[in-house]
C-alpha cells in the first residue's frame, strides 16, 4: 500500500507510463481536470451521492483494485440513485449539481488564456452534465467526460456513458492532440489527484493544483498550492511568446 496515496493507489494496479516528450518550447492548450481543479468539489459523482446519502465506497474500492471496470463503477453509482417510485432524471441531476462551485480565480485563469490564444479543454471522468456547464460558463473548447443514459423521458436508465476512463486519461489526451491537431509537448495538464499523472506522462507540462496527496505531488513539473487556479497564471507566462 503506497502511504502517499490519499486512496487506495491505483498504481499498485497500474504501472508508471513515463514517455519521453519533451517540454514545451510554448503552450497552446491546457487540459483541466474538472473535479477538484475547475470546480471546487471533491467528486461531481460523491456530490450526488451526498445528495442522496448514498455511499460508492464499496465500488471505489473494488475499481481501483481492478475488479470491476468503469461501466460497472458508473452502472453501479446510478443503480443507488435510483428508485422506483420516484424515478431520478437528467433535469433533477443538473438541479443538485447547479449548486457546484467553480474554483475561485477559474474564470481569470481561462480569460488569460483566451487573450493568449491558448485553447482549453476538460478531461474529466466526473458527470458531464456539470462540465458541459462549466465549459458553458468559462467559454472552454473542448470537453470529455461521462455521462448517463436516459430514457424519452429524461429518466436516468442505469446505463452509463463512457467517455474517460478513470484510470486512464492519457486515451483522451492522444483523442484530443488529434483533434486539435496540437503536438502533446505544446499541451499543459493541470490536475490535483494521482488519476491525474497519466495526463502528466503524456503533455509536456504537468502540473500539480492543490494536489490531494504527494503521489501526484511528485510527479508533476510543477506544483501550484492552495484553492486559486490564478495562481498558476505565472507558470504559463513563461511558455507563452
Ligand atoms: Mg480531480
Not at 66 to 85: H, N, P, T, Y
Amino acid at each position: 500500500m503506497n502511504q502517499k496515496c490519499k486512496y487506495y493507489c491505483y498504481r499498485n494496479t497500474r504501472k508508471a507510463n513515463k514517455t519521453d516528450i519533451l517540454r514545451p518550447d510554448k503552450i497552446e492548450l491546457v487540459i483541466f481536470d474538472m473535479d477538484g481543479v475547475l470546480t471546487d468539489t471533491i467528486s461531481s459523482w460523491k456530490y450526488i451521492h451526498d445528495y442522496f446519502g448514498s455511499s460508492n465506497e464499496r465500488s471505489v474500492d473494488e475499481y481501483l483494485k481492478g475488479k470491476i471496470d468503469d461501466m460497472e463503477f458508473i452502472k453501479r453509482d446510478v443503480s443507488l440513485w435510483q428508485k422506483d417510485d420516484n424515478p431520478v432524471t437528467r433535469d433533477k441531476l443538473a438541479d443538485i449539481l447547479s449548486d457546484v462551485p467553480l474554483m475561485k480565480g477559474s474564470e481569470k485563469c481561462i480569460v488569460f488564456l483566451k487573450n493568449h490564444d491558448v485553447k482549453t479543454a476538460i478531461v474529466s471522468a466526473g458527470l458531464d452534465i456539470l462540465a458541459n456547464r462549466v465549459a458553458d460558463e468559462l467559454g472552454i473548447d473542448y470537453v470529455f467526460a461521462n455521462g448517463i443514459k436516459t430514457d424519452n423521458k429524461g429518466r436516468i436508465a442505469g446505463e452509463g456513458l463512457l467517455n474517460v476512463r478513470l484510470m486512464y486519461k492519457e486515451e483522451t489526451v492522444r483523442r484530443l492532440v488529434k483533434q486539435s491537431e496540437i503536438s502533446p509537448r505544446r499541451i499543459a495538464a493541470v490536475g490535483n489527484s494521482c488519476f491525474d499523472i497519466p495526463m502528466f506522462e503524456t503533455c509536456g507540462l504537468g502540473i500539480a493544483f492543490n494536489p490531494e496527496d504527494d503521489c501526484v505531488r511528485e510527479v508533476a513539473d510543477v506544483v501550484v498550492e492552495g484553492k486559486d487556479l490564478s495562481r498558476i497564471i505565472p507558470v504559463f507566462e513563461q511558455f507563452i511568446n
